[in-house]
């Protein structure tokens, strides 16, 4: 069983920059390919970034490429969103997940909300 927290979500105005957190518990965070997923209100929740276990393959959804930019560190058993040039349309609860691949995410954290004001 892997537990999930992210931290490192509020409050921004639009251009500004966020840091998101993803603490993993458990031996297996090495193992696992991690990404970023997020909800906006009234929305279905959408991909945002991934990384393998090696951190040498990631991906991003088009809306954030050149923008976000997604890192891991195995060492600390910790996965990082680096937010920038966001946008009010970021506004979302960003979720850390873990799995096999970005296709197939079986532990999620909570949430953190990130909010970009206009």
């Known amino acids: 069983q892997v537990q999930l927290v992210e931290s490192g979500g509020g409050l921004v105005q639009a251009g500004g920059s966020l840091r998101l957190s993803c603490a993993a518990s458990?031996?297996?965070?090495?193992?696992?390919?991690m990404g970023w997923f997020r909800q906006a209100p009234g929305k279905e929740r959408e991909f945002v970034a991934a990384i393998s276990s090696s951190g040498g393959s990631i991906r991003y959804a088009d809306s954030v490429k050149g923008r976000f930019t997604i890192s891991r560190d195995n060492a600390k058993n910790t996965v990082y969103l680096q937010m920038d040039s966001l946008k009010p349309d970021d506004t979302a609860v960003y979720y850390c997940?873990?799995?096999?691949?970005?296709?197939?995410?079986?532990?999620w954290g909570k949430g953190t909300l990130v909010t970009v004001s206009s």
């Open positions: 997940a873990a799995g096999s691949s970005a296709y197939d995410m079986y532990y």
């Open positions: 458990g031996r297996t965070f090495r193992s696992l390919a």
